[in-house]
């Protein structure tokens, strides 16, 4: 293909975007699937993933009253039923399992009387452990006794610093970018290995109350209330695109089963740790529908309607917006 026409298919790429879009939202109506993870207030929050209590109260408050909030058993009328999605239809989600869902999102949903659809690590619950990216930002970020020499090796991990190459924080800051996606490639167990020979060499450190996941006892009082739904989200939080089939099939059916026994109750729906179209593939959707799951969440922006995929519909990714940035936000989530 010559430049010219190159260049004239990216210049159209953005125009049949937008026609598809207006298209499907005249067919199928459109939904804001709207993904949290922790509701908090926080001193560092490197991966920009808390709201804090404030804000979300602020963002709920809005959803009330300008857009219809779904329940997750209207959400799926419309999306298994392939039918229309009402005008301004909105659902909630949450990845991961942080025990703040319960002690602050979980409160503030039944203050507006919203639900949302919480999709859980099972791994972690009950684990008294910190999130492995969190636990990662700990050793490196905010240790305060950083060895002048670092040269570290396992699988493909790789961390090395000196004091004679400058700022020690700053090597170690650079580390931490690295090796965040050096990890969530690497299967559980080698994830594993690697962390604790890092915590070996850099020292014991108390796990943080604030960032750790929601216990056994946590999670059945969560579960127990009418704005809480509860899905999946992998044992153990790796990029399913990364490993092998094998290891999808455990993380993905693993984690069904895990949160299953824990409830006593059947989970019907999944979202894929961290959602990008890198972190999940067609071997990812397989697994996924074959598992039993009715429809599965990832992480890329655009709305749903009543024809979206089932296992790869998107999300609007939320940050720690105020009221007025999250009305602007809002409001350009909904345009075609």
């Excluded at 929050?45 to 209207?74: G, I, M, N, S, W």
């Excluded at 090796?153 to 580390?175: F, K, N, P, Y």
């Excluded at 039993?292 to 992480?299: C, D, E, I, P, R």
Aim: with cysteine; aromatic share 10%; glycine share 6%.
């Amino acid at each position: 293909m010559s430049g010219i026409g190159r260049t004239c298919r990216r210049q159209l790429r953005p125009l049949a975007s937008a026609l598809r879009n207006t298209r499907d939202r005249a067919l199928g109506g459109a939904c804001a699937v709207l993904l949290y993870h922790r509701v908090i207030d926080l001193h560092t929050d490197p991966q920009l993933l808390a709201v804090k209590p404030l804000h979300f109260d602020a963002h709920l408050a809005l959803l009330k009253k300008r857009y219809r909030v779904l329940t997750v058993e209207e959400f799926d009328h419309h999306l298994l039923g392939r039918k229309r999605f009402p005008r301004r239809s909105v659902l909630i989600t949450f990845d991961d399992g942080y025990a703040d869902n319960h002690y602050a999102a979980r409160p503030l949903l039944e203050k507006h009387g919203a639900q949302a659809l919480f999709y859980i690590a099972s791994g972690y619950i009950g684990s008294g452990r910190e999130y492995w990216w969190d636990e990662l930002e700990r050793l490196l970020l905010l240790n305060e006794h950083l060895p002048e020499r670092m040269a570290f090796a396992m699988d493909r991990v790789r961390i090395a610093w000196s004091a004679e190459a400058g700022d020690l924080r700053r090597q170690a800051q650079l580390a931490y970018a690295d090796q965040l996606n050096v990890m969530r490639g690497l299967p559980a167990g080698k994830r594993e290995r690697a962390l604790d020979e890092l915590r070996t060499i850099l020292g014991p450190q108390a796990q943080r109350r604030s960032h750790l996941p929601m216990t056994v006892d946590e999670l059945k009082q969560f579960t127990a209330s009418p704005s809480v739904e509860i899905g999946a989200h992998t044992q153990w939080h790796p990029s399913l695109a990364q490993v092998d089939e094998a290891e999808q099939h455990m993380e993905v059916s693993g984690s069904k089963k895990d949160l299953e026994q824990l409830l006593g109750r059947e989970v019907k729906y999944f979202s894929y740790p961290f959602g990008t179209g890198a972190d999940f593939n067609t071997v990812s959707e397989r697994i996924a529908r074959e598992a039993g799951f009715l429809h599965t969440a990832a992480n890329y922006p655009g709305f749903v309607h009543a024809r979206s995929p089932l296992h790869r519909f998107p999300r609007f990714l939320v940050r720690d917006w105020d009221e007025a940035e999250f009305a602007r936000r809002m409001e350009g989530f909904m345009r075609p």
